[in-house]
């Protein structure tokens, strides 16, 4: 595997000499992109990191696996990349038999190889996505306005719009509200994500140290070292992780990136609004970021979320939380080696010392003899020996909340200022006082979610049999829940877990349920937790009926009386993945867009201020692709400078694991949500909305017939079972949530949507992102008006976008291999017509010879893997097939195991999962 590495794929015959072949030319009839221009396309460093980490992955299958495996490896690559270009099928049908001529143990090597590679190109990729940031940022001169989706552009555009005042009112109450969610679409185990990490810190001291000699000798040993670790470790775990291990997995990316990362977003942003006052005046940025979790607390369909494991949970990420802020406050503290006599500490310092040393006079002498002359510092270390007693719970010297905390250390800071030392005051101390502001002593605000049947149930149960009767496991949980809320504010405040989300809410009463269930589990105590029920509207009846149960949840006294207190805030939650799985993607963006309008306008004859909370997915059939994007082609009043979304499995490393891409993305996301609700933007989108809503509602009815007379066939759900690996995924151990609420495959409404997505994607299909528009444009057939929509209609624009990079994943050729293991060629044909039928009208709207031609760097990451993921489907197709074929005993194990392998490899080629 010496030569595995893009620059070394051969273009087909005929195929572009250069970058300035015109783009039909580099087409064939399937609709794939020729391979040259691709190949020219690659950044040298790119090209050097792949081909190096490739040439060392070599190195290692030769040295465990003889010659025999990187032959057999190169082979079945030579002739995927030669079949990506031979549109007769030919060169693909002989590396199906070279596959189905592999014994069980060399074909699971393969797809192990294979693996692996991705998991390199994937973090050379990301590695030279943070190069070019750090190179991009380089060209600028110091606090120039930075590239056009970054924040300070943003502000200066909206400063053009509304003026500087009223500009900084909306950026002091901007809000951008993450939620991790531990859905399981992360297919990578942890060991490997960390020999991940390793490498890609190998790589980064190999590029910016221009190591040569004995030293780049030593680097390139310990990444063959690392490379042979990964390759040497199971890519499937054996057990299923525990939410617990789902919370740990999280929480390691708070520790590695996001505790950094938020304050130093912020810092950037004052730096660049204050200028040369930037360190000696007090920051004009508030922190915008706000961290929430599911982990933990989403209990809809999964039966091991407990209220213990609630309880565990909030106090695992409190306890990350409070280690943390402990040790950045000792870094400060003693940095702050400012003399008495220089900086004269305030009155407000002195009687700070003062209640400190009447805490505990032990604490305050240690201080005081390690900080000599130093008020400053001693107080800072006080602190953070009572940070340090607060996670160890003792009560003498604990906090007893995250406010208190930031009181003392806002002293020290006001005392700096006044002793005339504003940079001190302004430069580490301010990043952990935004530190503090944005996670306090719980980190992630805990959401808890669930189904609305699970609270009537119970209700039902309770005014049966009565409070103290013999109630069920599942309405004594219910119960518990709220009193695992309880505990979790009394002991870290009400910020770190109020909000609860009731999944398929359908009338006011599913809302009402909540607090009622509430007071129950106290039995009419002041000690009840204070909670927000959230509703969340997931189907397509669901979101056109929104706003009527909106209406009536205002009559409901527990929420007229938690209005008066929060300042007449609401959230609603939206779900996509549902929604999509229920009508198709296309019928389900519409709806949601025109849900949003709806919901605005009521929020606003109400005076309510609306937080929409998006049900993402990471997948383009659950609401994936690019946020700030999506951002920005919300309905006016939607967005109003609050944007809340969930960032879902395999995301949450994409997005935050690394420092630099994740303040690039909080950076775009934060931009758009200012510019989403500028009057330039707002009028764009309404005139758009409006100028095609015929063209809406003519996509809408014919792409959701065209959906609906798939998945509504007779057969349908078993048949989908059969075609893809739907059973299989539910038997790999990639997160802790069952893949069915329930029933059995013979019901599609019971599929959860993650492996719904999941499944079409690992079939090379991708249905999810994309079925039934190509019906839809078609029908609606004005091409002119199609093409002036998609230059004027953000929503439009998006959603053509999406489906793009959905179809540059599907592979006709792989899909009909799948497709042919069911005995139903009426869908099967359905779904391959309505796919190129697809293509063609997409293509023809965006006036782009391939999917993704107009995205240059998107594109070629897709076309460069595409020959590879081919590979590894036709190793899954051939484990499918036997599967399928009824196998038994060892050989069915064995098979399982073979397939098992090649949905991690698949998902890591794809970049995509559920």
């Known amino acids: 595997m010496n030569d595995l590495s893009p620059s070394e794929l051969s273009p087909s015959p005929g195929a572009a000499d250069g970058p300035d072949r015109a783009a039909a030319d580099v087409s064939d009839d399937t609709g794939h992109a020729g391979r040259g221009l691709a190949r020219h396309d690659v950044p040298a460093p790119l090209r050097d990191d792949v081909r190096l980490l490739g040439g060392l992955l070599g190195t290692v299958l030769r040295e465990t696996g003889g010659q025999d495996l990187l032959d057999d490896v190169e082979r079945l690559r030579e002739l995927s990349i030669r079949a990506y270009d031979d549109p007769s099928g030919a060169v693909l049908a002989e590396a199906e038999t070279l596959v189905e001529g592999l014994s069980m143990a060399r074909a699971e090597q393969v797809a192990r190889a294979f693996t692996c590679y991705f998991h390199l190109a994937n973090l050379a990729e990301e590695y030279h996505r943070v190069r070019v940031l750090r190179e991009r940022e380089a060209e600028f001169a110091t606090r120039a306005t930075t590239p056009d989706d970054s924040l300070p552009e943003a502000f200066e555009q909206l400063v053009g719009e509304v003026g500087r005042e009223e500009a900084l009112r909306r950026l002091r109450g ?22 991940v990490r390793r490498i890609a810190t190998l790589l980064d001291e190999r590029d910016a140290q221009r190591l040569g000699g004995t030293s780049l000798a030593e680097n390139e040993r310990r990444l063959l070292a690392e490379i042979d670790t990964m390759w040497r470790t199971a890519p499937i775990r054996e057990h299923k992780p525990s939410v617990l291990d789902e919370v740990k997995t999280a929480l390691g990316v708070f520790d590695a990136t996001m505790f950094d ?44 979320v407990t209220a213990e494991v609630t309880r565990q949970a909030a106090a695992i990420a409190a306890d990350h ?16 080696t400012l003399d008495q006599d220089g900086t004269p500490p305030s009155d407000g310092l002195r009687a700070l010392w003062e209640r400190q040393r009447r805490l505990s006079e032990a604490v305050t002498v ?89 609270h009537e149930g119970a209700l039902a149960e309770i005014a049966e049999k009565g409070l103290r009767g013999d109630l069920s496991d599942r309405t004594r949980e219910v119960l518990d829940t709220f009193r695992a809320l309880g505990a979790v504010q009394q002991r870290y405040g009400i910020r770190a877990a109020r909000r609860y989300i009731v999944s398929f809410t359908q009338k006011p009463e599913h809302l009402a349920a909540v607090y009622e269930l509430a007071e129950l589990a106290f039995e009419g105590s002041d000690e009840a937790p204070v909670v927000d029920a959230i509703p969340l509207f997931e189907t397509f009846a669901d979101l056109r009926a929104s706003v009527d149960i909106l209406e009536s949840m205002l009559t409901l006294p527990q929420v007229q009386r938690r209005l008066a207190e929060n300042g007449r805030r609401v959230e ?43 049900g993402r997915g990471g997948a383009l059939g659950r609401g994936g692709g690019p946020a700030n994007r999506a951002v920005l082609a919300q309905p006016p009043g939607s967005v109003d400078g609050r944007f809340k979304l969930t960032e879902q499995g395999e995301v949450i490393l994409a997005r935050y694991g690394d420092p630099t891409i994740a303040s690039r993305h909080i950076e775009q996301v934060a931009a758009a949500t200012l510019l989403a609700s500028a009057p330039s933007t707002e009028k764009r989108n309404a005139e ?43 038997l790999l151990p990639i997160g802790s949530r069952p893949a069915r609420r329930g029933l059995s495959v013979s019901s599609l409404d019971d599929l959860r949507a993650i492996p719904w997505v999941f499944s079409w994607s690992q079939a090379r299909i991708n249905l999810a992102g994309w079925y039934g528009l190509g019906t839809a444009l078609k029908e609606f057939g004005d091409l002119e008006l199609l093409r002036e929509a998609h230059r004027e209609w953000p929503l439009f624009a998006t959603l053509l976008d999406n489906v793009e990079m959905s179809l540059a994943k599907t592979d006709e050729r792989i899909a009909e291999r799948y497709l042919a293991l069911g005995d139903r060629d009426d869908l099967a044909q359905a779904i391959l017509d309505e796919l190129r039928l697809t293509r063609e009208q997409v293509l023809a709207v965006t006036e782009n010879a391939w999917p993704l031609a107009g995205r240059r760097v998107l594109g070629r990451a897709v076309q460069l893997r595409s020959p590879y993921v081919d590979a590894l489907s036709l190793l899954q197709v051939r484990a499918l097939r036997g599967l399928r074929s009824g196998a038994e005993g060892p050989v069915k194990d064995e098979l399982q195991h073979l397939l098992l392998l090649t949905v991690n490899g698949v998902a890591a080629g794809l970049q995509n999962t559920g």
Do not use: C
Not at 174 to 195: I, M, Y
Not at 398 to 419: F, G, H, I, M, T
Not at 608 to 614: E, G, K, N, P, V
């Open 174 to 195: 901007l809000e951008f509200r993450p939620v991790l969610t531990a859905h399981p679409t992360e297919a990578r185990r942890r060991a490997v994500s960390g020999a």
């Open 321 to 336: 939380a409070l280690a943390a802020l402990e040790q950045q406050t000792r870094l400060v503290g003693r940095k702050l």
């Open 688 to 730: 758009a909305t409006e100028r095609y809503r015929d063209l809406a509602a003519a996509l809408d009815e014919s792409s959701r017939r065209r959906f609906h007379d798939l998945v509504r066939a007779d057969g349908f759900p078993q048949w989908f079972s059969q075609v893809t690996p739907l059973e299989e995924v539910g």
């Open 572 to 614: 609603v939650m939206l779900g996509y993945s549902d929604s999509s799985k229920d009508v198709g993607p296309v019928s389900a963006t519409l709806a949601l867009h025109d849900a949003q309008s709806r919901i605005a306008h009521w929020a606003e004859r109400h005076d309510i201020t609306l937080t929409l909370f998006h």
């Open 261 to 304: 990362t938020f304050p130093t977003v912020y810092r950037r942003l004052d730096d660049w609004l204050l200028g040369d006052e930037a360190g000696r005046e007090e920051p004009l940025v508030r922190p915008f970021v706000s961290l929430g979790t599911w982990i933990g607390g989403d209990r809809d369909g999964n039966p091991n």
């Open 366 to 454: 240690a201080a005081s003899e390690a900080s000599p002359r130093e008020p400053h510092r001693a107080v800072l270390l006080v602190v953070a020996d009572r940070i340090a007693a607060t996670r160890a719970r003792n009560a003498d010297l604990a906090y007893p909340n995250a406010e208190q905390l930031e009181s003392d250390l806002r002293v020290v800071q006001e005392s700096l200022v006044a002793a005339g030392a504003p940079r001190a005051a302004y430069g580490d101390l301010q990043q952990l006082v935004w530190q503090v502001e944005t996670f306090g002593f719980h980190l992630a605000e805990l959401e808890v979610r669930q189904h609305s049947q699970v």
